[in-house]
């Protein structure tokens, strides 16, 4: 069996808006100036807490805790005004690799596990993925933790188990666990960042991600 690993936010979903609305508003409640848009979506992948201590490096943990906080809430009453969107075509990606005889699903994502279920839920996703490892338990990204776990649930090795992310954080997490990986080029973090952190191959779509991964899993 192979396992195909995905990250969520910049991957599977198109949470840049949510993620930096809410930011912007934690931000606020904690009294500080809203950072650029482009500095917040640099984080996107690491842990709640680990990506607010690398934005606000010069507050200290109280006020970075009321940060933390007020994003989450910020978060979730965005979500529930609107699910973040999938990206075009991971819906037949899914469906696609999914139908595979030979081939596991599962996700690894600095979401919390309420978040990550709330997704599933919005899009119709409960009983794809075989694991689902988050924040709530393990260090943050690119710690290998999440990894190994996933491969321990599906019971699959490092030479038949390949990391899907948008970020360099993804990338360095699979080669931290010793496996494969691939990037995305819809995310986070630009093409050569994913290609100087060990992505075997950027794809630019996910008709061209598909392929990719079929033809590592042959």
Do not use: N
């Amino acid at each position: 069996m192979k396992l195909v690993v995905f990250d969520v936010d910049g991957t599977l979903i198109d949470s840049q808006d949510h993620i930096h609305h809410a930011m912007a508003q934690a931000f606020r409640a904690a009294g500080l100036a809203p950072l650029p848009r482009a500095e917040v979506l640099e984080i996107v992948g690491l842990s709640l807490p680990v990506a607010v201590a690398h934005l606000a490096p010069g507050q200290d943990g109280a006020t970075q805790a009321r940060i933390v906080a007020a994003y989450r809430q910020a978060f979730m009453q965005a979500r529930l005004v609107r699910a973040a969107p999938l990206y075009d075509g991971a819906m037949a990606c899914l469906d696609l690799l999914g139908g595979r005889d030979d081939m596991l699903l599962a996700v690894a994502t600095g979401k919390s596990r309420r978040g990550l279920g709330a997704m599933i839920a919005a899009h119709g996703l409960e009983g794809r993925f075989v694991s689902l490892q988050t924040a709530d338990d393990h260090p943050s990204k690119p710690h290998p933790s999440m990894l190994l776990a996933a491969m321990e649930e599906a019971g699959v090795a490092p030479s038949d188990a390949v990391m899907i992310g948008d970020t360099s954080f993804d990338m360095d997490m699979a080669g931290a666990a010793g496996i494969a990986a691939f990037g995305v080029a819809w995310g986070y973090h630009p093409v050569e960042r994913l290609q100087a952190s060990g992505a075997a191959h950027v794809a630019g779509d996910f008709t061209e991600l598909a392929q990719a991964i079929e033809r590592w899993a042959a």
